[in-house]
């Protein structure tokens, strides 16, 4: 039984395999990686020279000339306040307006994380329940 479908791409109707073929050959060829079984934690970049997958510390020990270089971010264009309708001329004037009102800009607000405090009688339970099913502490 053959299946047909839809090639967004190209508007016609074909076969499942004829499609998977077509999205075969439109994709680029799959590259060969040294990509290791196993990562262990840290900051990692890819190496395109190399095509391998190396530290931060590896990778700057291999390009001491790569650098990101310096960003510049422009100042904040003046606006007007919606709050007290006076005009806003800079970054600094903005964080003084913000402050001074107890105003948070959206998205750069923080988030106050209240500590987990166990339930009362928690310990109780825990210790009775493993009075009551007899576990010794040992796992089987």
């Known amino acids: 039984m053959t299946i ?5 791409v190209t508007g016609e109707v074909m076969s499942k395999e004829q499609l998977a073929k077509l999205r075969a050959a439109r994709s680029p060829a799959k590259q060969t ?3 290791p079984s196993v ?4 900051r990692w970049r ?14 700057y020990r291999r390009y ?14 003046p606006y007007k306040s919606v709050v007290s ?6 970054r600094k004037q903005h964080r003084d307006h913000l402050r001074g009102r107890g105003l948070v800009e959206i998205g750069n ?5 209240k500590p987990l ?3 009362p009688g928690l310990g109780e339970d825990i210790r009775r329940a493993l009075e009551t099913t007899g576990w010794d502490g040992r796992i089987r």
């Open 4 to 8: 047909f479908v839809y090639d967004d």
């Open 33 to 35: 990686a040294n990509l």
């Open 39 to 42: 990562v262990e934690r840290g």
């Open 46 to 59: 890819w190496d395109r020279k190399n095509q391998e997958l190396v530290s931060i510390d590896e990778f």
């Open 64 to 77: 001491p000339d790569y650098s990101i270089g310096l960003q510049i971010v422009k100042d904040v264009e």
């Open 85 to 90: 309708g006076e005009v806003i001329g800079g």
């Open 109 to 113: 607000e923080q988030v106050k994380h």
């Open 117 to 119: 405090e166990a339930p």
